[in-house]
């Protein structure tokens, strides 16, 4: 299922998040994508809130991975600054991927390789002062039945 969202300011790409956010379950991982500056932060931020964290999301760009506790643990990590995927190994990233807590990856694009096939791909296009298209595909799974044990599916 893919949907489309035409966000015209900061707190409407947070909305957006907040509202994925809230629908989120235990083991999902979302990918997010866009440019410098498309707003991917902004959109976590949402998301964060979305899953009851309480303390703001900061961008984890120095830090690469950032965690708040939430109605889930949440993973927020951005790949900007890695060197190569066995960075992202070496980190634990996989452990983060196979946990039960929600890992969100900005720059997901750059490790594509390293991402599951049940994947929420959120892409945002737009910078500066545009608006933002908010373009959120959760693959074919239909997440409202609420089965999340099931195989993924092969695509
Ligand atoms: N819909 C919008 N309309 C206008 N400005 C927006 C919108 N959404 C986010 N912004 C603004 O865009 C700027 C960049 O946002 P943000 O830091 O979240 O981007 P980013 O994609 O995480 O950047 P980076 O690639 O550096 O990590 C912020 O000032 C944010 O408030
Ligand atoms: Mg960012």
């Known amino acids: 299922m893919t949907t489309s969202v035409v966000a015209d300011s900061p707190e409407a790409t947070a909305a957006a998040g907040e509202r994925l956010g809230a629908r989120l379950g235990p083991g999902d991982v979302v990918g997010l994508s866009g440019v410098l500056g498309a707003g991917k932060t902004c959109f976590v931020q949402g998301l964060a809130r979305g899953l009851a964290v309480s303390t703001p999301a900061t961008s984890p760009t ?80 239909d997440r409202r039945d609420g089965d999340r044990t099931a195989p993924p599916p092969h695509r």
């Open 62 to 141: 120095f830090v690469l991975v950032n965690e708040y506790r939430g109605r889930l643990p949440v993973h927020h990590v951005d790949v900007y600054r890695t060197q190569s995927l066995s960075e992202l190994l070496d980190l634990g990233l996989e452990d983060l991927l196979g946990g039960d807590g929600v890992t969100v990856i900005e720059w997901a694009d750059r490790c594509e390789a390293l991402l599951p096939p049940r994947t929420i791909r959120v892409h945002i296009e737009g910078v500066g002062d545009e608006p933002r298209r908010i373009t959120i595909d959760e693959g074919k799974t």
